[in-house]
């Protein structure tokens, strides 16, 4: 049973280059949460997604970032025109559908993405 | 203030020994509390899971939850190396469906062999 797969799990961008994160969730989850992580910081919600919906982006920034999360294929986070203050750890996150007790959140390995 | 405050140490101790982590919290509509355990450049990797007040116990590992003070921690009996790791309090309030966590800072802990 494969976990949440992130990938590509390196990424480098030069300032103004689109980067472009992928996500598979695990089998049977249907909700799929975006994080990220500073250097030397806590984890920060940035959007939750079900298929084809954006439940809650409260935790986007304004402008560049984007998230999808298509019928088919992997959850997709987009950066637009990268800057240096971009470059994180960014976690992608699973759930199974939201009953009582079944809220905990099962994260990939993270894409570390370095803007130059 | 943050929501979630957590000390992020480092801690360290010797193999063995009895290790307390804690997180406070300001916000009392939280309903649901975990611990992850991250090792470097490594996803969160979920440990523990409460919802009520009280402790859980699995293994090793002991959650406690007070809710009335705003207070969770994470007990490790007898510490092994393999338990060095960032430690990641983290709860969620649902809200419209979403369960969006927060987190902690995250506690750095090094067990000595």
């Known amino acids: 049973n494969a976990g949440v797969m992130q990938n590509p799990r390196h990424l480098v961008r030069r300032r103004g280059q689109e980067a472009r994160l992928r996500c598979s969730p695990m089998k049977g989850h249907s909700h799929v949460y975006w994080y990220r992580q500073l250097p030397e910081e806590g984890l920060k919600f940035m959007v939750y997604l079900q298929k084809e919906n954006i439940i809650d982006e409260s935790g986007m920034p304004k402008e560049r970032f984007s998230a999808e999360f298509p019928k088919e294929g992997p959850s997709i986070l987009r950066i637009q025109q990268v800057v240096r203050g971009d470059s994180a750890a960014y976690f992608c996150?699973?759930?199974?559908?939201?009953?009582?007790?079944?809220?905990?959140?099962?994260f990939g390995p993270g894409t570390r993405l370095l803007v130059l | 203030q943050k929501e979630v405050e957590q000390d992020p140490g480092p801690l360290s101790v010797p193999e063995g020994a009895i290790v307390s982590l804690n997180c406070t919290y300001s916000?009392?509509?939280?309903?649901?509390f975990m611990w992850y355990r991250q090792y470097s450049r490594k996803g969160p990797e979920l440990l523990m899971y409460?919802?009520?007040?009280g402790n859980k116990e699995d293994g090793r590992f002991t959650a406690q939850v007070d809710k009335s003070s705003k207070y969770i921690s994470l007990f490790i009996r007898d510490s092994q190396p393999s338990d060095s790791a960032t430690y990641l309090c983290?709860?969620?309030?649902?809200?419209?469906?979403?369960?969006?966590?927060?987190f902690g800072q995250g506690t750095r802990l090094t067990i000595n062999p």
């Open positions: 916000n009392s509509a939280f309903q649901y």
């Open positions: 409460t919802y009520s007040s």
């Open positions: 996150a699973s759930s199974p559908p939201q009953r009582e007790g079944e809220e905990t959140q099962y």
């Open positions: 983290a709860m969620s309030a649902r809200l419209r469906g979403a369960q969006k966590l927060v």
